[in-house]
């Protein structure tokens, strides 16, 4: 390019003519040869990128000068695809291409390009370029049709009644399986306790030797308790470890995570938890019971299908949503089997779960939930019989105020006006201390990732034991004996003899207690008998270290009640040091702590809200609840995502597309960030090129091209169908016959099915995929901004977003991994990214000779 100031013509290197022109405004005209054409390209007058520094009287700026010379590579592969073939046009057009590209490497553009991209490094590059993306897979949630599944005019779009049925079972059974949980939690923590109730009762008088017995009793069994899960973990299902939340969301997001909803995840989960905790470890048990809660809406999924299999019914047109939404529902049961809260689970999976919501989900996620809900407090009613008072007993199984809510009710709820401000500190300092929580953990996390490597999987899915397994497991014991010792000297010391739990002080109890009994003692101890406020202060900066360490640990652990039991201690520190000057309850005080830890750490806000108004049977104290959790929230973000965001986005690098995309994709066209070494098919394609053209790629769909346009798509569990089977379903016999939409679904659901290889006869037939291919895709101009294709992916639940240029040609592809933008990635590794692009650029431009011609046909 010359400026106007110089040469008024000049040939670029291949032929390729630029000429520059400037009118009053110092407008920059780029006049650029298509096939022998000149024709304007562009007038970037008042181009956002002209404040980078250019002026009339100087050089276009580098990074629209690489924009344009990759635009006209584009143009050119295009207008070679709509010639015909041998063309003396087409050839010099790729010729020009050809030698553009290997110009533009000389010259060092391609590095200017990069270097002005630098803070628009994708996941897809990072990812190519580093290679320390997590196996992750998309699903496409979109309801797609061919003339194939319309031949079959029995598919139906969904279950119909069958869902509802479902839902229903789904929230039975995850009500069940959450009682279950609470007995064995209950039997392994009064096994533990009696054990150390009876060691007192046998060293007794004997002092300090006494003491150190008991000492040992009491760590040998919450080691013996954490090892157990350690082990489930470790050794059977890592996944399991965490509260699985995380893991929730990204499935619900649409990226498939492998092992996460198993029937082997979910026994390591609901065992583990009962042991973690009873283990004493700062764990709750409600994060897994959503993650619990999803494996079973994942494996209710299952069982229809299969027996859709047997009975010989047909699949569903939308079995990837029905999927997505008994999953959703499972969590949803989970949160109100926990709690008992069943509005509070809706608007946690629509809050934190579901990409996107509508009246018939929510609909869905409220069958589960309230299904879940009155099976645990069904039971929490007989549980009633224990009581000594015989009315009581004769009241077993009534429904009601009589059933004890989660938290307890409280017994007086009051506050003036003027004490809200006060709330809304307490909302800040929440936020504040969330924020340091979660990057302490984020800290201590990435430093467990350098010492142990990720577990290693068999064919089969089982775990490859190594020593890295064994040391996370050796971990876990070590941490449990260190945070136990912790736990027992702080209150034991200061007796120096064998003490029982009924010997201790109120505040001394927190330390022997679970987080659920510590949490209620906490909002409903009477203001006349106040927690000594030194030891508290101790404990809530001893508990909320212990969470910290724990969360990441190989064990299933919650971060629900821990979060609160860490608020509550230091609402509960407040409210008793302010006692004199307001009128609300040091309970209160603890309770709004408790919001504000919560709603900091995790960044949950509304639907936060609504569960502690249901677990304290109280909705008159919802403003102050309300005015916590959100500043608490505004706060917790200036240091960053929460928790679950953290661990998911920016530890285990998921490509999890979040609610608000980052403005500067405003600023960015879709042509910038697409894929586009595009492997496509044509609709009759030899079969031996489609067998060839899937054994070389690893994408998981394909379009189908007609003259460079897009006419279809076909995923590649379809094609693969086609090629094992389509021999024995005739669809390589002279007269092809379509295979059946029904026998299709039906392989489909076994098991994703493999790429066998072909027979002899097969190998040299034609494949027509017309039938096939579904024409519900989506495209968008390759000029769009990609904002716009990342609302398209989010919303309509999309896994390939086709780019086409003014005239209709296909020119890339879009996946989910090319709409984010790594913006917190550090600069050394943002220089390897860049450089190993740079360098995987110029291999790709100087190889172009053998791939223009055939691009989109194949």
């Known amino acids: 390019f010359f400026g106007p100031s110089q040469a008024p013509d000049a040939r670029c290197a291949g032929g390729l003519q630029w000429r520059s022109s400037a009118d009053s405004d110092g407008a920059l005209v780029i006049l650029r040869r298509r096939a022998g054409l000149c024709e304007p390209a562009q007038l970037v007058l008042g181009h956002p990128a002209m404040e980078i520094g250019a002026s009339t009287s100087g050089s276009l700026p580098e990074a629209i000068l690489a924009r344009e010379l990759r635009s006209c590579e ?10 015909d073939a041998g063309s003396e046009a087409e050839e010099d057009g790729i010729n020009e291409s050809q030698q553009l590209a290997a110009n533009l490497v000389e010259n060092g553009w391609g590095q200017g ?30 309801v797609t049709t061919s003339l194939q599944s319309r031949i079959a005019q029995s598919a139906p779009l969904n279950h119909k009644i069958a869902t509802w049925a479902m839902l229903g079972f789904i929230g039975t059974a995850t009500g069940c399986l959450a009682v279950c949980v609470d007995k064995g939690l209950e039997l392994a923590y009064e096994f533990r306790m009696s054990l150390n109730e009876r060691t007192v009762e046998a060293w007794r008088g004997s002092g300090t030797s006494g003491l150190v017995v008991q000492y040992f009793a009491f760590v040998a069994a919450s080691v013996t308790l954490a090892g157990m899960a350690g082990a489930l973990v470790c050794f059977a299902a890592p996944l399991a470890a965490g509260s699985g939340i995380p893991e929730i969301k990204c499935y619900l997001n649409g990226i498939l995570l492998r092992r996460v909803v198993t029937k082997i995840t979910l026994g390591a989960k609901a065992l583990g938890i009962v042991f973690s905790v009873a283990a004493g470890l700062p764990v709750g048990k409600e994060g897994p019971m959503i993650h619990s809660g999803s494996v079973v809406g994942g494996l209710a999924t299952r069982f229809m299908a299969s027996l859709k299999n047997r009975c010989n019914l047909e699949h569903p047109l939308a079995l990837a949503r029905e999927r997505r939404d ?5 969590a949803t049961a989970g949160v109100a ?7 509070g689970a809706c608007l946690f999976a629509i809050e934190e779960g579901s990409s996107y919501m509508n009246p018939g989900i929510l609909l869905k996620l409220f069958v589960a939930s309230a299904s879940a809900a009155f099976v645990s407090r069904f039971f929490t009613s007989l549980a009633l019989k224990s009581s000594s008072n015989i009315f009581i007993r004769l009241q077993a199984g009534n429904m009601g105020t009589i059933v004890p809510v989660f938290l307890e009710r409280f017994d007086r709820m009051e506050y003036t006006v003027w004490e809200f401000p006060l709330f809304i500190c307490m909302g800040i ?31 089969k899915g089982k775990v490859i034991v190594g020593k890295n397994d064994f040391l996370r497991f050796a971990e876990v014991l070590v ?7 912790v736990f027992f000297w702080v209150p034991a010391a200061r007796h120096g003899k064998p003490v029982s739990m009924e010997e201790l002080s109120p505040t001394e109890r927190l330390f022997w207690m679970t987080g659920t009994g510590s949490l209620r003692s906490l ?11 030194g030891l508290l202060l101790v404990y809530f900066l001893i508990h909320m270290t212990a969470t910290c360490i724990t969360y990441g640990l190989g064990v299933p652990s919650g971060l629900f009640v821990p979060s609160l039991l860490g608020g509550a201690a230091m609402g509960r520190l407040i409210g008793q040091a302010i006692q004199p000057f307001v009128k609300a309850d040091p309970g209160i005080y603890a309770l709004v702590g408790a919001t504000a830890m919560l709603s900091g750490a995790a960044r949950i806000t509304i639907s936060l809200a609504m569960i502690l108004m249901e677990v304290t049977g109280n909705s008159q104290f919802s403003l102050p609840i309300f005015a916590a959790a959100m500043f608490a929230r505004w706060t917790g973000n200036l240091f960053g995502r929460g928790i679950y965001d953290l661990h998911i986005i920016e530890l285990k690098r998921v490509p999890l597309l979040e609610h608000d995309p980052e403005d500067e994709l405003l600023q960015i066209s879709a042509r910038d960030i697409m894929a586009r070494d595009i492997v496509g098919f044509s609709e009759v394609e030899p079969t031996e090129s489609v067998h060839a053209k899937l054994q070389g790629c690893c994408h998981n769909g394909f379009p189908v091209l007609r003259n460079g346009r897009a006419m279809g798509y076909m995923p590649r569990d379809a094609l693969h169908f086609l090629l094992n089977s389509g021999e024995a379903c005739g669809v390589f016999d002279e007269e092809p016959k379509v295979a059946s939409w029904n026998t299709m679904m039906r392989q489909l659901a076994k098991k994703r099915p493999g790429l066998e290889a072909l027979s002899s006869d097969t190998i040299r037939k034609p494949l027509d995929l017309r039938p096939y291919m579904t024409k519900d895709f989506h495209t968008m101009s390759q000029d769009a901004s990609v904002y716009s294709c990342y609302m398209l992916f989010r919303q309509l639940g999309l896994r390939h977003l086709f780019l086409h240029n003014s005239e209709g040609l296909l020119t890339g592809i879009i996946t989910r991994k090319d709409l984010i933008m790594m913006e917190d990635l550090r600069e050394e590794e943002v220089a390897e990214v860049l450089s190993r692009l740079r360098n995987g650029e110029e291999e790709s431009m100087l190889s172009s000779t053998r791939s223009h011609s055939t691009r989109y046909q194949g």
Not at 121 to 140: F, G, M
Not at 326 to 330: D, Y
Not at 528 to 533: A, G, L
């Open 113 to 142: 390009k990069c270097e002005k991209r630098h803070r628009h490094v994708t996941y897809q590059e990072w990812s190519t370029a580093l290679r320390k993306a997590p196996p992750t897979e998309s699903e496409c949630f979109n």
């Open 74 to 83: 584009t143009t050119m592969d295009e207008t070679a695809s709509e010639s």
């Open 479 to 485: 941490v449990t004996f260190a945070l136990t010792s």
């Open 337 to 343: 089997a926990a709690f008992g809260s069943p509005m």
């Open 523 to 533: 909002l409903h101890k009477p203001p006349d008998e106040n927690f000594d406020s």
């Open 326 to 330: 008994f999953v959703a529902a499972g």
């Open 429 to 459: 300092l929440g936020g504040l201390v969330g924020g340091l929580f979660c990057n302490a953990n984020k800290k201590l996390t990435q430093q467990r990732r350098k010492w142990l490597r990720p577990p290693k999987f068999g064919k």
